[in-house]
């Protein structure tokens, strides 16, 4: 009988044991799902199409890198040549960026050797320049450059291509000598004759110092170092546009005064102002047949012309055809003919005074 009691109050211990194992472990998972739940209700909700259209990051290589980091870790020498986007520019020195792990410095001395360089205004930020390696280190860790050496190796190339070209450039006349006047064209040393400058003959050169002119290369001498140009035939051509210009504004039979300014065996030359001038034909001058123009005009003659043809930019004129409209008026007026009473009664005094 003590042995059955024992039985059972061991069985009794362990069930309870086991209820309260049950009851902890409830307790301890109760926490857990309210902390869930809450998280669930607090955490925002994305909608599908903006997680969808969100874009991923881009993912950046060595490779993205690579140009850039060659570039960083090429060997630069003395004397290279090497081309760089300009990023600074002061009173006295531009700075380059030369895609190198230092920047490239030229001083203005080092520039050029116009007199009226003013780099402020002829050297802006993202121009790239050319220029020589003088020292890979200035003393502040830039490479100092040279553009006047590079251009001795770049810049007769340019100018002979300029050349052919027939470009036209915009310059300062720097200085005046005996013969022309000096300008500076990619930081070499240019002539421009006196008889190159001007349509007409220049007579004071000093004029000219400091003005801007447009001119055109038309000698390339890279061995003797010599470079000549010339304002004269872009001149020429402006002229030339204009006056075809002028001339498209002329109307055939337009009647109008000129000056003989010059006689050929040909004809004449009449000139109508404006820059205008036109050719009568020796045909054209007078209806009577003469030898050459000089026998019936002289230069300075005031003559009235008629237009008789515009073709290829040129004024066809003629003196005769005037004369032959005058003829055609006097001839219109001669055969015009009295009314009939005036008729009878010239008739009569005419027959009143014949004498049978």
């Not at 090429?74 to 520019?89: A, F, M, N, P, S």
């Not at 390696?133 to 340019?158: C, F, H, P, T, Y």
């Amino acid at each position: 009988m003590a042995e059955e009691t024992k039985v059972t109050e061991t069985l009794t211990q362990a069930q309870a044991a086991e209820e309260a194992a049950v009851e902890t472990v409830q307790t301890m998972e109760e926490p857990a799902a309210e902390k869930a739940e809450t998280e669930a209700v607090q955490a925002p909700e994305v909608p599908a199409a903006e997680a969808e259209a969100a874009p991923e990051a881009p993912v950046e290589s060595m490779a993205d890198y690579e140009a850039e980091l060659n570039a960083s870790l090429k060997q630069i020498h003395e004397g290279d040549v090497l081309t760089g986007t300009v990023i600074g520019v002061t009173d006295t020195e531009v700075t380059l960026d030369l895609k190198y792990y230092t920047e490239g410095v030229i001083r203005i001395e080092d520039f050029t050797d116009d007199p009226n360089f003013n780099v402020k205004e002829e050297v802006h930020i993202g121009d790239e320049i050319s220029a020589t390696v003088v020292r890979r280190d200035g003393g502040q860790g830039q490479i100092m450059l040279s553009r006047k050496e590079a251009n001795d190796v770049l810049a007769w190339d340019r100018l002979q291509t300029l050349m052919e070209k027939q470009t036209i450039i915009k310059t300062k006349v720097a200085g005046v000598v005996k013969a022309g006047v000096v300008v500076y064209v990619e930081g070499i040393r240019g002539f421009v004759p006196a008889s190159k400058l001007s349509l007409n003959y220049v007579e004071n050169l000093e004029e000219w110092l400091g003005k801007d002119v447009e001119l055109r290369v038309i000698n390339v001498d890279e061995e003797d170092k010599k470079l000549v140009l010339s304002a004269r035939e872009i001149l020429r051509e402006r002229e030339a546009e204009e006056k075809k210009a002028r001339i498209s504004n002329v109307e055939v039979g337009l009647v109008t005064e000129g000056t003989v300014e010059s006689l050929q065996p040909y004809g004449a030359f009449i000139n109508l102002g404006n820059g205008l001038s036109g050719l009568v034909h020796v045909s054209q001058i007078s209806e009577k047949r003469i030898k050459s123009p000089a026998a019936v005009l002289k230069v300075g003659d005031t003559v009235r012309v008629k237009v008789i043809a515009v073709k290829d930019g040129k004024l066809s004129l003629s003196m005769k055809a005037l004369q032959d409209v005058a003829a055609e008026e006097i001839q219109e007026e001669t055969i015009e003919l009295p009314q009939s009473e005036s008729v009878s009664t010239n008739l009569g005094s005419l027959f009143a005074k014949l004498k049978l």
